[in-house]
T-cell receptor, first 115, second 116 residues
Framework: GAGVSQSPSNKVTEKGKDVELRCDPISGHTALYWYRQSLGQGLEFLIYFQGNSAPDKSGLPSDRFSAERTGGSVSTLTIQRTQQEDSAVYLC?????????????FGPGTRLTVL | AQKVTQAQTEISVVEKEDVTLDCVYETRDTTYYLFWYKQPPSGELVFLIR??????QNEISGRYSWNFQKSTSSFNFTITASQVVDSAVYFC?????????????FGAGTRLAVHP
C-alpha cells in the first residue's frame, strides 16, 4: 500500500515568509507525528496527533510553529515568519495506533531552505 | 531526562567486513522501547527493529543482529559481511512510558560507508 507522503519535497523561501508543509499519512493510521532533522540539532520531535485527542505540542520550538490535522488524516505544519535557523528537513510519520506495539513509518521529508 | 548517545559519528569499512554500531541510552522509565532506523541517501527513515525493555534476548535477522544489555544501557547493532547497500546513516531511538511511548528520542546517528 501507499506509504507516508509529504509535499513539497523541497521548499525554498525568503526569511520572514510563511510556509506550509503537508503530510498524508498511511490510510487508517490514527497517530501522526512531525519531526525536524537539522545539522545542528539532529532529529527532534515536534508534535503528534492521536485521533481526536488534543495534540502534544511539547516539541514545537516557538510559537511561530503550528500544526493541524484535518479529519483525522492530512496534516499541515505551518511556520510563520521563517528564520534561517528553521532550515531543516521536516519529517512526518504515522502509526496505526499511538503506543508501544507498532512502529512509526516515516515519509521522505520536506527540505526547507530559508534564505 | 531521556537521552540516546551514538558516539560513532562516521564509520568506514570495506565490503564483507563486520561492523558494530554503538548505542547507549539514558532513561528513568522502567518500561521503554528501543529502535534502530536506517536512513539511506534517499532520505527516508526505514524501521529496522523494536525491542522492549523487558526482553534482553539478542535478535538476528539475516546479516543484522542486535545486542541489548540493560546492565550497560546499550543496544548495539552489528552488520555481518557488510555490503555497499548498507551505506546509510543509522539512528538509534528510545521511547518511554513517561512520553506515552509516542516521542522518539533519537541519537545523533552514525554514518556508515561501505566501500567495495
Amino acid at each position: 500500500g501507499a506509504g507516508v507522503s509529504q509535499s513539497p519535497s523541497n521548499k525554498v523561501t525568503e526569511k520572514g515568509k510563511d510556509v506550509e508543509l503537508r503530510c498524508d499519512p498511511i490510510s487508517g493510521h490514527t497517530a501522526l507525528y512531525w519531526y525536524r532533522q537539522s545539522l545542528g540539532q539532529g532529529l527532534e520531535f515536534l508534535i503528534y496527533f492521536q485521533g481526536n485527542s488534543a495534540p502534544d505540542k511539547s516539541g514545537l520550538p516557538s510559537d511561530r510553529f503550528s500544526a493541524e490535522r484535518t479529519g483525522g488524516s492530512v496534516s499541515t505544519l505551518t511556520i510563520q515568519r521563517t528564520q534561517q535557523e528553521d532550515s531543516a528537513v521536516y519529517l512526518c510519520a504515522s502509526r496505526l495506533l499511538a503506543g508501544a506495539y507498532n512502529e512509526q513509518f516515516f515519509g521522505p521529508g520536506t527540505r526547507l531552505t530559508v534564505l | 531526562a531521556q537521552k540516546v548517545t551514538q558516539a560513532q559519528t562516521e564509520i568506514s569499512v570495506v565490503e564483507k567486513e563486520d561492523v558494530t554500531l554503538d548505542c547507549v541510552y539514558e532513561t528513568r522509565d522502567t518500561t521503554y522501547y528501543l529502535f534502530w532506523y536506517k536512513q539511506p541517501p534517499s532520505g527516508e527513515l526505514v524501521f529496522l527493529i523494536r525491542r522492549n525493555s523487558f526482553d534482553e534476548q539478542n535478535e538476528i535477522s539475516g546479516r543484522y543482529s542486535w545486542n541489548f544489555q540493560k546492565s550497560t544501557s546499550s543496544f548495539n547493532f552489528t552488520i555481518t559481511a557488510s555490503q555497499v547497500v548498507d551505506s546509510a546513516v543509522y539512528f538509534c531511538a528510545l521511547s518511554g512510558v513517561s512520553g506515552g511511548y509516542n516521542k522518539l528520542i533519537f541519537g545523533a546517528g552514525t554514518r556508515l560507508a561501505v566501500h567495495p
